[in-house]
């Protein structure tokens, strides 16, 4: 199938070949001409699948097709993200794919002046692309109006049920009109999120592309057993020893990210972590460093590497085992994409043996062993405890409600979340500053769904 029958404008099909796809991937051949008939759709899809030129090409088109002919435009599409990452990316290609259509469109999320984004909203947008929670102060502060959405895009939406974003989904539902063109992308279909789909969207088309899980299988996976102490000297030896030139390394807390950066710059390679702790403007320096090469390795906690566009990763370190099983699999997705041979390597110490038997039961296969010589683990060691560990998920992280309920963890209680350091790449109020955007300077997990600038919410 060629792009060209897909029914796309010669505007969006230039922009297209400009950025040398030659094909559209399954979720795009899928989802692009069900969009453009005007209906609603559930989508099965991940980041690195090409899901979002397969939402915004449509949106571009719908848009383009039917322009405003009022002096003040008005905001006609609404994508809705979890991260500031996500949202950042999700903007540059809707400017990418814009690029020969009229369309105006701005980003805002949290963690940033609020300022520049009432000023750009001020001089009018057909596209909004945004994080929840700035959004409502926007709305709030009265910088924008979801009167006159015709089209809303949910992207990711298991990610924002797992960050809490519920109820400022559904305030955000409530400001939009009952006639519009809705479209829900997600990883995972749980129960929540077949609720909220119930309620959002008008018989929508399914459409569901390979899981990762699937994908995986693709992936050249291997299991390193090594000494917990060990890990960092080991990592550093393969990275040095076979010239590895781009890793993404993940660990599971923010501490052990910033650890590991360290201490693998102290052996000479370049390396730069990104995680909820660091500001916004740290985040994306660091991001950029990687995509440029400038750092060679990026030390990644789980929710921070979240929708990050990384393409064609060769290497993926799991420094630590993730503890949800799902994790590993969204973890080994960054490499091998799109046909691309990519390896996925997690060095694995005695404690974390259950997390690996966990993560095996779900691949439905065993990952091939590899000791690496004067690496072998000492048989006398014990296993002890992972600190952060099962039932106080990365700390912190364990007071996203919804991912401690979902995975069936004790403490879901809304009660706990009371944090304001999470571990998502949302940050933390604390670090946000403060200013008359109140919440708004958070847009991640660790928001306080229940401060009183939320309750004072509209519902
Ligand atoms: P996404 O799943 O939307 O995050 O996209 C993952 C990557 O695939 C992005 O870097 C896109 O630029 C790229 N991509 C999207 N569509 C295509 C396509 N049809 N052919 C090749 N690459 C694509």
Same mark, same amino acid.
């Given at each position: 199938?060629?792009?060209?029958? /897909?029914?796309?404008s010669? #505007? =969006?099909?230039?922009a !297209? @070949?400009?950025?040398?796809? %030659?094909q559209?991937?399954? *979720?795009?051949s899928?989802a692009?001409?069900?969009?453009?008939?005007?209906?609603?759709i559930m989508?099965?899809?991940?980041?690195?699948?090409?899901?979002?030129?397969?939402?915004?090409?449509p949106?571009?088109?719908?848009?383009?097709?039917?322009?405003?002919?009022?002096?003040?435009?008005?905001?006609?599409?609404?994508? /809705?993200t979890?991260?500031? #990452? =996500?949202?950042a990316? !999700? @903007?540059?290609?809707?400017r %990418?794919y814009?690029?020969? *259509?009229?369309?105006?469109?701005?980003?805002?999320?949290?963690?940033?002046n609020?300022?520049?984004?009432?000023?750009k909203?001020?001089?009018?947008?057909?596209?909004?692309?945004a994080?929840p929670?700035?959004?409502?102060?926007?709305?709030?502060?009265?910088a924008?109006?979801?009167?006159q959405?015709?089209?809303?895009? /949910?992207?990711?939406a298991?990610r924002?049920l797992?960050?809490?974003?519920l109820?400022?989904?559904?305030?955000?539902?409530?400001?939009?009109?009952?006639?519009?063109?809705?479209?829900?992308?997600?990883a995972?279909?749980?129960?929540?999120?077949?609720?909220l789909?119930?309620?959002?969207?008008?018989?929508?088309?399914?459409?569901?592309v390979?899981?990762?899980?699937?994908?995986?299988?693709?992936?050249?996976?291997?299991?390193?057993?090594?000494?917990?102490?060990?890990?960092?000297?080991?990592?550093?030896?393969?990275?040095g020893?076979?010239?590895w030139?781009?890793?993404?390394?993940?660990?599971?807390?923010?501490?052990?990210?910033?650890?590991?950066?360290?201490?693998?710059?102290?052996?000479?390679l370049?390396?730069?972590?990104?995680?909820g702790?660091?500001?916004?403007?740290?985040?994306?320096?660091?991001?950029?460093?990687?995509?440029?090469?400038?750092?060679?390795?990026?030390v990644a906690t789980?929710?921070?590497?979240?929708?990050?566009?990384?393409?064609?990763?060769?290497?993926?370190?799991?420094?630590?085992?993730p503890?949800?099983?799902?994790d590993y699999?969204h973890?080994?997705?960054?490499?091998?994409?799109?046909?691309n041979?990519?390896?996925?390597?997690?060095?694995?110490?005695?404690?974390?043996?259950?997390?690996l038997?966990?993560?095996?039961?779900l691949?439905?296969r065993?990952?091939?062993?590899?000791?690496?010589?004067?690496?072998?683990?000492?048989?006398?060691?014990?296993a002890?405890?992972?600190?952060?560990?099962?039932?106080?998920?990365?700390?912190?992280?364990?007071q996203?409600?919804?991912?401690?309920?979902?995975?069936g963890?004790?403490?879901?209680?809304?009660?706990?979340r009371?944090?304001?350091?999470?571990q998502?790449p949302?940050?933390?109020?604390?670090?946000?500053?403060?200013?008359?955007?109140?919440?708004?300077?958070?847009?991640g997990?660790s928001r306080r769904?229940?401060?009183?600038?939320?309750?004072r919410?509209?519902?």
């Amino acid at each position: 199938m060629s792009f060209q029958s /897909l029914g796309l404008s010669a #505007e =969006l099909l230039r922009a !297209v @070949s400009e950025q040398n796809y %030659t094909q559209p991937t399954p *979720v795009q051949s899928q989802a692009i001409p069900v969009i453009l008939e005007g209906r609603d759709i559930m989508a099965g899809a991940q980041t690195g699948t090409g899901k979002t030129a397969g939402f915004t090409l449509p949106l571009l088109h719908r848009l383009s097709a039917q322009m405003s002919t009022k002096k003040h435009r008005p905001v006609r599409a609404l994508i /809705l993200t979890p991260t500031r #990452e =996500l949202a950042a990316q !999700v @903007s540059d290609s809707v400017r %990418t794919y814009g690029k020969y *259509v009229p369309l105006k469109s701005a980003v805002v999320f949290g963690g940033v002046n609020i300022n520049p984004q009432i000023d750009k909203l001020r001089r009018g947008v057909d596209i909004v692309v945004a994080t929840p929670g700035r959004l409502l102060d926007l709305v709030n502060q009265g910088a924008l109006d979801l009167s006159q959405i015709e089209i809303l895009v /949910l992207d990711e939406a298991d990610r924002m049920l797992d960050m809490g974003f519920l109820p400022d989904i559904r305030r955000v539902l409530a400001l939009l009109p009952a006639q519009r063109q809705n479209m829900l992308f997600s990883a995972t279909f749980s129960n929540e999120i077949k609720k909220l789909a119930g309620g959002l969207l008008n018989s929508p088309a399914l459409i569901e592309v390979e899981r990762r899980s699937a994908a995986a299988e693709s992936v050249a996976q291997t299991v390193i057993p090594v000494d917990r102490q060990r890990k960092s000297e080991l990592l550093s030896h393969m990275i040095g020893a076979k010239n590895w030139k781009q890793v993404l390394v993940f660990t599971r807390t923010k501490h052990g990210a910033n650890r590991l950066s360290e201490q693998l710059t102290r052996d000479g390679l370049s390396a730069t972590a990104i995680h909820g702790n660091k500001t916004q403007a740290a985040r994306m320096r660091a991001l950029a460093d990687f995509k440029k090469g400038k750092a060679r390795i990026l030390v990644a906690t789980d929710i921070a590497a979240r929708g990050l566009d990384i393409d064609q990763l060769p290497h993926v370190v799991n420094f630590d085992l993730p503890n949800v099983p799902e994790d590993y699999v969204h973890r080994i997705g960054r490499t091998g994409r799109a046909g691309n041979e990519g390896k996925a390597i997690s060095l694995v110490c005695v404690d974390e043996h259950h997390l690996l038997r966990s993560i095996e039961n779900l691949l439905k296969r065993e990952i091939p062993k590899v000791v690496i010589p004067s690496y072998e683990p000492d048989p006398s060691i014990k296993a002890e405890p992972i600190p952060n560990g099962r039932n106080n998920r990365g700390g912190k992280q364990a007071q996203r409600a919804g991912y401690a309920k979902r995975h069936g963890q004790p403490g879901a209680g809304g009660g706990q979340r009371k944090s304001s350091q999470g571990q998502g790449p949302g940050g933390g109020r604390g670090r946000g500053g403060s200013g008359s955007a109140g919440a708004g300077n958070s847009s991640g997990p660790s928001r306080r769904r229940s401060s009183p600038q939320r309750r004072r919410q509209p519902a």
